[in-house]
Each structure stands twice: as C-alpha cells, then as structure tokens.
C-alpha cells in the first residue's frame, strides 16, 4: 500500500509510525524556512491518510 502513496505522505507515516515522533516534533522535520507546518495541520493530513490507507485496504480485500 505505501508505494500507492505520494512521497509526503509516506514522509508523515514514517516520521509518526515508524520513528514514533510527537506532533510537534513531526511538524519541525516537515517544516521548512518558506513553509512552516503546524502540528495541528500535520495531525490532520495524518488522519486524512489513515482514512485513504483503510480504503485502499479494503479495496484490495486486506480488511473488511
């Protein structure tokens, strides 16, 4: 399923799952001199993909 993902968003399931990074520590990795990320923002584009990796799943019959 992660190779359906575009590159930020496996950035964001790394960084949370994987490194198990706090919100604020994920949004001061995502965070750059132009675009500031605040971690509230980054805690719903973490939420917006649970949902898209959960239909992926079901469309490919992994979960019900």
């Known amino acids: ?3 359906e993902l575009a590159p930020d968003e496996r950035t964001l399931l ?5 490194q198990e990074l ?3 520590e994920v949004a001061a990795v995502l965070t750059t001199q132009a ?3 605040d971690s509230a923002a980054v805690r ?3 939420e917006r ?3 898209k990796l959960r239909k992926l799943a079901r469309e490919r019959g992994l979960v019900e």
């Open 49 to 51: 993909l649970k949902e």
């Open 1 to 3: 399923l992660r190779s």
């Open 35 to 37: 675009a500031p990320v």
């Open 22 to 24: 706090q919100w604020e």
């Open 44 to 46: 719903k584009r973490y």
């Open 14 to 18: 790394f960084l949370r799952v994987e």
